[in-house]
């Protein structure tokens, strides 16, 4: 009976098809909405999609799993190179090099994230918090000894032209958007096609068994050992999850700037991704998003301002970090769940009243 209500019930009710028909709604409009934009704004879109990959990895590591990681701005860094240094290979002229570059990051950043997260299973805390510090800190001063990774100058990162896409994607941008394609549209499409993906993937593993054992550890990792769980291996398969995310990202964000330094990756990236999961929401992939939104439109909106305001462009730079954090310190005060969990009673409530079964009560005689 219980297979026989699964097999009946409506579509929207099953979490993989309604994840997968958001994501396709979504990439559709973003996709419009990146065809009617300017370039400027096509890079900010390209920008906010792979901090959207690396902030949904980061959530689900410290959000469900309970791990907080400093170290995401090095893991980006593992993905970049390794995804430059796979296009320099192939030469990136084709869509297959792309796609081969972004899968070999993401290969390269999972066995970066069982060898860190093996040990730091077994930390607690800021320990852990500790330990994934040195990781961010370490990894750009490796690549500045390194000759064959460019040294502090960096590596040109090779992207394929719009004219040496295949034909099939050039007429289907035209056929939507009426638009013909260029580098900068095609980054912004590709990264949030990734992102739609990543995101569905990252919805339905937190739904799983897996999502519910990574909350037990959370919560409480003796009364999750107790039920079964093995707190090690839970803990390193989130870490690892999220590592992927964060070699993706970062391979995404090395074709996006064309240049992969040091520089790009150091500390403050690990604390922005971090805050940016904060502004939006712990545990939450709605909240990573809007806190990629604020991470890749914020700077530059702070820096107009700046400029609006008589500064000078350098002057007006400095204002950057100050608006940042006065937003932190705004939605920390008023929001301390982020911006999706302040949301959550007013959208529970309005569902109730919406629906059918929340507006029949039982009468008491």
């Not at 400027?40 to 469900?64: D, N, V």
């Not at 079964?228 to 700037?257: D, Q």
Request: aromatic letters at 8%.
């Amino acid at each position: 009976m219980e297979r026989l209500r699964s097999l009946t019930r409506p579509v929207w009710r099953v979490p993989l098809a309604r994840h997968a028909i958001l994501a396709v709604v979504a990439f559709v409009v973003i996709a419009l909405v990146i065809g009617s934009s300017s370039q400027y704004l096509q890079t900010r879109y390209a920008e906010m999609a792979y901090f959207a990959i690396a902030a949904g990895g980061l959530t689900l590591l410290t959000g469900l799993s309970g791990q907080l990681s400093l170290g995401h701005g090095a893991l980006m860094a593992v993905g970049a190179y390794t995804a430059t240094l796979v296009l320099d290979r192939t030469g990136g002229e084709t869509l297959a090099d792309v796609f081969l570059a972004l899968l070999t990051a993401i290969a390269v950043c999972a066995v970066v994230g069982v060898l860190v997260g093996v040990p730091a299973a077994r930390l607690h805390g800021p320990y852990i918090a500790g330990a994934t510090l040195t990781l961010a800190v370490a990894v750009p001063r490796l690549a500045n000894q390194w000759d064959f990774l460019g040294g502090e100058q960096g590596l040109q990162v090779p992207v394929p032209r719009a004219a040496e896409l295949p034909g099939w994607i050039q007429d289907l941008v035209w056929f939507f958007t009426a638009v013909e394609i260029d580098q900068y549209s095609f980054l912004a499409y590709l990264g949030w096609l990734l992102l739609a993906l990543t995101f569905v993937a990252l919805a339905n593993l937190s739904r799983s068994r897996v999502g519910r054992r990574w909350r037990a550890v959370r919560d409480d990792d003796v009364s999750a050992e107790l039920a079964g769980i093995h707190l090690g291996r839970a803990r390193v398969v989130a870490f690892t999850v999220s590592a992927m995310c964060a070699g993706l990202a970062g391979g995404l964000m090395a074709m996006n700037v064309r240049l992969t330094a040091p520089g790009a990756f150091t500390i403050t990236l690990s604390l922005t991704l971090l805050a940016a999961v904060v502004l939006g929401g712990l545990g939450s992939l709605t909240g990573a998003l809007i806190g990629a939104g604020v991470l890749a439109f914020l700077p530059h909106f702070a820096t107009d301002l700046g400029e609006s305001a008589g500064l000078s462009a350098a002057r007006a730079a400095e204002v950057t970090p100050v608006v940042y954090g006065l937003v932190l310190m705004l939605v920390i005060l008023l929001a301390p769940t982020g911006i999706v969990g302040s949301l959550r009673p007013w959208w529970a409530r309005l569902t109730s009243r919406s629906s059918p079964l929340g507006s029949t009560k039982e009468k008491t005689p």
